[in-house]
């Protein structure tokens, strides 16, 4: 079974804290990562991909990948109450499907 | 991204009834796939649907229970049959953009069984 671990919190920062949500994944095929954000109530957002090992970055996002280790990361910088939501990290893997981690509750106090 | 849209967004229903979920893309899409999503959990995945042939399903879901088809590039149905109450859920529909690998996701269907 190819897996995708991730904490399930709640992962609690101030505002204009960074935060910091961590993934590993089992499946060494896995060529393609994804970070995805579902507020309550709400179809996931996809908010970040990454293929290649180091960082990427996209405003307020980072994410980070190690291939090596089997670890994926997603920093958000200066958060804010709005980013409080569920974060799904995902690995694409074999059989054409994708495998998605339980999710990280963050929630950003004012 | 492709804009998906599902219909109906909500609906409640009876006991061994029968609803039937729709999902338009409004691009071809070639991979396109349903999701269940239990309160409170993390997505399931129940098929991956083929156009012009027969949806593949995950372990623990079959076709007597979630019918789906698939008749062209930008459309897709699922049915949930014979619902219990177990059946109540958020049903997602997704699709895979070929060039990035990256993968969209509907609304949703939230669905409740009395």
């Known amino acids: 079974q190819k897996e995708v671990e991730q904490n399930s919190g709640p992962l609690s920062v101030p505002e204009g804290a960074i935060a910091s949500l961590n993934c590993t994944y089992s499946d060494r095929g896995s060529q393609s990562f994804f970070w995805y954000r579902q507020y309550s109530g709400k179809s996931p957002e996809l908010i970040m991909s990454i293929y290649s090992n180091g960082d990427k970055e996209d405003g307020r996002f980072t994410a980070q990948l190690n291939k090596a280790s089997q670890y994926v990361s997603l920093l958000i910088r200066d958060s804010q109450p709005s980013d409080s939501a569920t974060y799904l990290c995902a690995a694409w893997g074999g059989f054409q499907k994708l495998v998605f981690g339980t999710g990280t509750r963050l929630l950003v106090s004012p | ?114």
């Open chain 2, 1 to 114: 991204s492709a804009v998906i849209s599902q219909k109906p967004s909500r609906d409640i229903c009876q006991r061994g009834t029968s609803l039937t979920i729709q999902c338009q893309v409004d691009s071809q899409v070639t991979m396109m796939f349903w999701y269940r999503q239990q309160p409170g959990q993390s997505l399931t995945l129940i098929a991956t649907a083929n156009q012009g042939s027969e949806a593949t399903y995950e372990s623990g879901f079959v076709i007597d229970k979630f019918p789906i088809s698939r008749p062209n590039l930008t459309f897709s149905t699922l049915t949930v049959s014979n619902m219990s109450p177990e059946d109540s859920s958020i049903y997602l529909c997704s699709v895979v953009n070929r060039v990035a690998s990256e993968q969209f996701f509907g609304p949703g269907t939230r669905l409740t069984v009395l």
